[in-house]
Nanobody, 116 residues
Framework: QVQLVESGGGLVAAGGSRRLSCAVR????????MAWYRQDPGKQRELVAE??????NYADSVKGRFTISKDNVKNTFFLEMNSLKPEDTAVYYC???????????WGQGTQVTVSS
């Protein structure tokens, strides 16, 4: 059974940094595509960053500030967030996709609140 366990959310002042982690259990990350999404109440969930078959993409709103990465030894992937803005406030979700059958799995979500 694949499980994703997120951590790292919290309250941060504007201009600050935060690193989110997504620990993957039940499958090795080398076999997966991975992504981070976020959702504000009343809004659609939006893609923030993805690492798919070695290619990295970012939403325009986070380019140059956020970095997605992974640690194969720890079987974990990360979202490093710098120069945070109040509009980055949201619940952040990690997601992985099995490359061979496109089955996806989601983390439980972690709240990031950026104070102005």
């Amino acid at each position: 059974q694949v499980q994703l366990v997120e951590s790292g959310g919290g309250l941060v002042a504007a201009g600050g940094s935060r690193r989110l982690s997504c620990a993957v259990r039940g499958i090795v990350v080398e076999l997966l595509d991975m992504a981070w999404y976020r959702q504000d109440p009343g809004k659609q969930r939006e893609l923030v960053a993805e690492l798919s078959s070695g290619v990295i993409n970012y939403a325009d709103s986070v380019k140059g500030r956020f970095t997605i990465s992974k640690d194969n030894v720890k079987n974990t992937f990360f979202l490093e967030m710098n120069s945070l803005k109040p509009e980055d406030t949201a619940v952040y979700y990690c997601k992985v996709v099995k490359r061979w059958n496109s089955r996806d799995y989601w983390g439980q979500g972690t709240q990031v609140t950026v104070s102005s």
